[in-house]
């Protein structure tokens, strides 16, 4: 019966079976004749089971001959494809074999419509080889509602060149990060490291690059300084390092969708899957962002709106670069300690952090500390970069891809009040007895973290954890605090821990995602929860 429902999909009723006595042997067991008996009962049930499979073939084989055969598409030549670039004449573009109409698909196009039209008359795959989010599934299918044609097989395929990878120079990694995406790599330290030790090392900090990473000669790298009225300033490597004080700061540095995975069990969101390491803190050193355009001619104060803009070595595939900006007013600020670092923890800038100069920006989201910075620019306006003006923005739960507007909400600059628990891990089994719970708090601005409430039962009770280290300058706590809690726990019980930080503005994280839930994924800070069990 097993056999038949496997190769007709049903459940068939029994088939009634002769029934016929079964000879024993001395034994007790089934004798020799009684098996074969069942012979012909099995070689029946069989047959019958290779005919319903070969029944069930010729229906199969019969609906497909029925369905309309799939349509037939016209063949074009690249030079064909060459002559649609502009939506004036069409988008055309090509993946694989495939020729695609995506002119009606620009607008919508969620990195831009000057990104994809970068690939307009020509192949994906180079560009695509710079975000490996392409190449899922559903990407390659809502593409596939675009297809017009099929390219001609008789021509021969592009030259190797033209689709090699752009980050085959990318630095080797730490085996022991978490990776979220190879090309661009990002990737997080295990989280049960990042509370270990107040000065996270090099290997195991949060990487988050946008592009590939560039080689860089540090003896012919030149720094920019840009401004209006002519005012510029081109420096060595050894120039910022000889004509200006080295300065050093202890920051915490975390990326705007930290936490992210959180926030995509209560709907989707686009971004990296981030978990609690996209945090770490590290001692800074080089040459403070105010002395170098004081020594460049820019004043101390300007009156109106003036920023600061960044750009850096790494640059897509049509060449324009990471950029991003900061306030003026902050980078000349005397007490805003912004970098234009060289070093990382006493050494140099690793290369997947920035060397051989990166921007550091205590206080404020990482994606305004630009790395491998070439050009440092004064301007009335924002950082026209993608990045500052169409992502790392935050919106309401109730704005979606089908009604974002990315010029109504201000680019992400100082960060809200953050902690996570590092130790125990979610799941994990604990031992009766004292438990130790560990983790990190943090506010952007800044803002001195001045306590951390931990739960052990989802909320209902509250205790005050230890937080350790030294008290930072009031107004510049730019780095975290490591916290812990001990506290006895009975065998046999399941335990959901909860933990929440207090700046000293009293701002306190939210107790829910669903409130704070953004497309994007950003600026995820609620209560961290994780549940374990305590063991006998």
């Given at each position: 019966?097993?056999?038949?429902?496997?190769?007709?999909?049903?459940?068939?009723?029994?088939?009634?079976?002769?029934?016929?006595?079964c000879?024993?042997?001395?034994?007790?067991?089934?004798?020799?004749?009684?098996?074969?008996?069942?012979?012909?009962?099995?070689?029946?049930?069989?047959?019958?089971?290779?005919?319903?499979?070969?029944?069930?073939?010729?229906r199969?084989?019969?609906?497909?001959?029925?369905?309309?055969?799939?349509?037939?598409?016209?063949?074009?030549?690249?030079?064909?494809?060459?002559?649609?670039?502009?939506?004036g004449?069409?988008?055309?573009?090509?993946?694989?074999?495939?020729?695609?109409?995506?002119?009606?698909?620009?607008?919508?196009?969620?990195?831009?419509?000057?990104?994809?039209?970068?690939?307009?008359?020509?192949?994906?795959?180079?560009?695509?080889?710079?975000?490996?989010?392409?190449n899922?599934?559903?990407?390659?299918?809502?593409?596939?509602?675009?297809?017009?044609?099929?390219?001609?097989?008789?021509?021969?395929?592009?030259?190797?060149?033209?689709?090699?990878?752009?980050?085959?120079?990318?630095?080797?990694?730490?085996?022991?990060?978490?990776?979220?995406?190879?090309?661009?790599?990002?990737?997080?330290?295990?989280?049960?490291?990042?509370?270990?030790?107040?000065?996270?090392?090099?290997?195991?900090?949060?990487?988050?690059?946008?592009?590939?990473?560039?080689?860089?000669?540090?003896?012919?790298?030149?720094?920019?300084?840009?401004?209006p009225?002519?005012?510029?300033?081109?420096?060595?490597?050894s120039?910022?390092?000889?004509?200006?004080?080295?300065?050093?700061?202890?920051?915490?540095?975390?990326?705007?969708?930290?936490?992210?995975?959180?926030?995509s069990?209560?709907?989707?969101?686009?971004?990296?899957?981030?978990?609690?390491?996209?945090?770490?803190?590290a001692?800074?050193?080089?040459?403070?962002?105010?002395?170098?355009l004081?020594?460049?001619?820019?004043?101390?104060?300007?009156?109106?709106?003036?920023?600061?803009?960044?750009e850096?070595?790494?640059?897509?595939?049509?060449?324009?670069?990471?950029?991003?900006?900061?306030?003026?007013?902050?980078?000349?600020?005397?007490?805003?300690?912004?970098?234009?670092?060289?070093?990382?923890n006493?050494?140099?800038?690793?290369?997947?952090?920035?060397?051989?100069?990166?921007?550091?920006?205590?206080?404020?989201?990482?994606?305004?500390?630009?790395?491998?910075?070439?050009?440092?620019?004064?301007?009335?306006?924002?950082?026209?970069?993608?990045?500052?003006?169409?992502?790392?923005?935050?919106?309401?739960?109730?704005?979606?891809?089908?009604?974002?507007?990315y010029?109504?909400?201000?680019?992400?600059?100082?960060?809200?009040?953050?902690?996570?628990?590092?130790?125990?891990?979610?799941?994990?089994?604990?031992?009766?007895?004292?438990?130790?719970?560990?983790?990190?708090?943090?506010?952007?601005?800044?803002?001195?973290v001045?306590?951390?409430?931990?739960?052990?039962?989802?909320?209902?009770?509250?205790?005050?954890?230890?937080?350790?280290?030294?008290?930072?300058?009031?107004?510049?706590?730019?780095?975290?605090?490591?916290?812990?809690?001990?506290?006895?726990?009975?065998?046999?019980?399941?335990?959901?821990?909860?933990?929440?930080?207090?700046?000293?503005?009293?701002?306190?994280?939210?107790?829910?995602?669903?409130?704070?839930?953004?497309?994007?994924?950003?600026?995820?800070?609620?209560?961290?929860?994780?549940?374990?069990?305590?063991?006998?």
């Amino acid at each position: 019966m097993l056999l038949l429902r496997a190769v007709t999909g049903r459940r068939l009723p029994p088939l009634p079976l002769p029934r016929r006595p079964c000879s024993r042997s001395p034994t007790g067991s089934p004798a020799a004749g009684g098996r074969r008996g069942a012979a012909p009962v099995l070689a029946a049930l069989l047959g019958l089971g290779a005919a319903l499979a070969y029944g069930e073939r010729r229906r199969r084989v019969a609906q497909a001959a029925q369905a309309p055969p799939p349509p037939r598409f016209p063949l074009y030549t690249r030079e064909d494809v060459g002559r649609h670039r502009t939506p004036g004449d069409r988008v055309w573009v090509t993946h694989g074999t495939e020729v695609f109409d995506v002119t009606d698909f620009v607008e919508l196009h969620p990195g831009g419509a000057d990104k994809l039209l970068l690939a307009a008359g020509g192949a994906l795959e180079p560009f695509w080889a710079l975000y490996g989010v392409h190449n899922q599934p559903h990407v390659l299918e809502l593409l596939r509602e675009y297809k017009v044609g099929e390219l001609d097989p008789q021509e021969a395929p592009p030259a190797p060149a033209d689709i090699r990878d752009p980050f085959a120079g990318d630095p080797p990694r730490h085996p022991g990060l978490r990776v979220n995406s190879q090309k661009p790599f990002n990737a997080e330290p295990p989280a049960e490291l990042l509370a270990e030790r107040f000065l996270t090392p090099n290997e195991l900090f949060f990487t988050r690059n946008h592009l590939p990473v560039p080689a860089v000669d540090p003896e012919t790298y030149r720094l920019r300084v840009e401004g209006p009225g002519g005012v510029s300033l081109s420096l060595s490597l050894s120039e910022l390092r000889s004509r200006f004080p080295k300065h050093e700061v202890t920051a915490t540095l975390q990326c705007a969708g930290n936490r992210r995975a959180e926030m995509s069990r209560v709907r989707p969101v686009k971004g990296l899957p981030w978990d609690i390491g996209a945090i770490g803190t590290a001692r800074w050193g080089g040459a403070r962002l105010r002395d170098v355009l004081l020594h460049a001619g820019f004043p101390a104060e300007r009156e109106g709106e003036w920023h600061v803009c960044f750009e850096g070595l790494d640059v897509d595939a049509g060449g324009a670069p990471y950029g991003a900006s900061i306030p003026y007013a902050r980078a000349l600020s005397a007490g805003a300690d912004v970098l234009l670092a060289y070093e990382m923890n006493g050494r140099e800038l690793p290369r997947d952090h920035g060397f051989p100069v990166r921007v550091v920006v205590p206080g404020v989201v990482g994606a305004r500390s630009v790395k491998w910075l070439r050009r440092v620019a004064v301007s009335a306006a924002e950082s026209p970069s993608h990045w500052q003006q169409n992502d790392y923005k935050g919106f309401s739960p109730c704005v979606d891809w089908d009604t974002v507007d990315y010029t109504t909400a201000p680019a992400i600059q100082e960060l809200p009040v953050q902690s996570a628990i590092t130790q125990p891990r979610p799941g994990a089994a604990v031992p009766a007895g004292e438990l130790t719970v560990k983790g990190y708090a943090w506010s952007g601005g800044g803002r001195e973290v001045v306590r951390v409430d931990v739960s052990l039962d989802g909320g209902r009770s509250w205790r005050v954890a230890r937080l350790t280290g030294e008290r930072p300058v009031p107004g510049r706590a730019w780095a975290w605090r490591l916290w812990e809690l001990r506290a006895p726990v009975a065998a046999g019980t399941e335990l959901e821990i909860v933990c929440k930080a207090v700046d000293g503005s009293y701002n306190v994280q939210p107790d829910g995602v669903a409130a704070i839930w953004n497309l994007r994924g950003v600026l995820s800070n609620a209560w961290h929860r994780v549940r374990v069990t305590v063991t006998r």
